[in-house]
């Protein structure tokens, strides 16, 4: 059973930073496209950005310049690096493994709240 663990949300003011993680439970990660999404209340689960195995990265237009993705393939874990937080980033982050359109996973998901 493959088990993915996000960490590293919370409270942070607007303009503030946080990194988020999401540790995954067996090294099929390596082999494994990751994505970051975000649901915010009353929305649609949206796609925030995505890594490939090959560290090849896109993100959504909202986060553009702000977020940044990153893999440590050694500790089977990936990154959300988050800067110039906005109050419409509030959200309940998740991350997905997908490999070889056979195995889908998500994270239970972690808070992120951006206020003054």
């Known amino acids: 059973q493959v088990q993915l663990v996000e960490s590293g949300g919370g409270l942070v003011q607007p303009g503030g930073s946080l990194r988020l993680s999401c540790t995954v439970s067996t090294a099929i990660f390596r082999f494994s496209t990751m994505g970051w999404y975000r649901q915010a209340p009353g929305k649609e689960r949206e796609l925030v950005g995505q890594?490939?195995?090959?560290?090849?990265?896109d993100y959504a237009d909202s986060v553009k310049g702000r977020f940044t993705i990153s893999r440590d393939n050694a500790k089977n874990t990936m990154y959300l690096q988050m800067n110039s937080l906005k109050p419409e980033d509030t959200a309940v982050y998740y991350c997905r493994l997908t490999y070889d359109l056979t195995l889908d996973y998500w994270g239970q998901g972690t808070q992120v709240t951006v206020s003054s």
């Open positions: 890594i490939s195995t090959g560290r090849n990265t």
